[in-house]
């Protein structure tokens, strides 16, 4: 069966610093790939998406960056992190490039910027 | 490009009675429909979709929705709602005839649930 990880769980960084958040998915092979960001009271916005390693295209302009340096890995960066990339970040993952296709999420980071 | 709607925010509801959380869309075609549920601290989790055939259908957790196209609704209902029912819940769209794979969601709706 299928599983996404993500890591860390929580993180809590000063303004300013680097970030890195990771995902990996086991038991599938090119999956299409997505980060989504949830600030508090509100629905989940598409940060990046990724149909291919080294295929990123980016939904939101913002600090933050996306890589795909393997087929299951996907990496969430910024070099300066601001007080506004706080929020609850989901990696998902899903199969083909149709529209009946679901998302399978991951447990999520909680970034705390300070 | 389509969208999802989901008027209410938040939703209470004492446990045992019934639930129902709306859910517009606005696509040109056939839509797929999904409902998803997040807990708290958590990512979400798939309750049911619908591509087509029959309108009403069965989800996990004692879930069900139902299609009506004449007013582009995906309402999600439960005759019975049990605490641990308490989340957010999502519903989304996908486009269908080779358009873009990528679902539009809904921004959501918090349940609580009062014992």
């Known amino acids: 069966s299928q599983t996404i990880h993500q890591w860390p769980a929580t993180l809590v960084q000063p303004v300013g610093s680097p970030l890195s958040l990771e995902c990996t998915v086991e038991g599938t092979s090119n999956p299409n790939l997505y980060w989504y960001r949830q600030a508090a009271g509100r629905g989940l916005q598409l940060l990046f998406y990724s149909v291919g390693i080294g295929q990123i295209s980016s939904e939101v302009p913002q600090n933050l960056s996306a890589s795909r340096p393997q087929d299951r890995q996907f990496i969430l960066s910024s070099k300066k992190l601001l007080l506004s990339d706080s929020g609850f970040y989901l990696c998902a993952w899903s199969k083909g490039l149709a529209g009946y296709n679901e998302q399978f999420f991951g447990p999520g980071t909680r970034l705390t910027v300070l | 490009a389509q969208s999802v709607t989901q008027p209410d925010i938040h939703i209470t509801v004492s446990e045992g009675a019934s639930l129902e959380l709306r859910c517009n869309y606005s696509y040109g075609a056939t839509p797929y429909l999904f409902w998803y549920v997040q807990s708290p601290g958590q990512g979400l989790q798939l309750l049911l979709k619908y591509f087509s055939g029959d309108t009403l259908v069965q989800g996990i957790k004692g879930f069900e929705a139902e299609f009506k196209r004449s007013q582009s609704s995906f309402n999600l209902r439960k005759p019975s709602v049990h605490w641990s029912d308490a989340a957010e819940y999502f519903c989304?769209?996908?486009?269908?005839?080779?358009?873009?794979?990528?679902?539009?969601f809904g921004r959501g709706t918090s349940l609580i649930v009062h014992p």
């Open positions: 989304a769209v996908g486009e269908g005839g080779g358009g873009s794979y990528i679902p539009t």
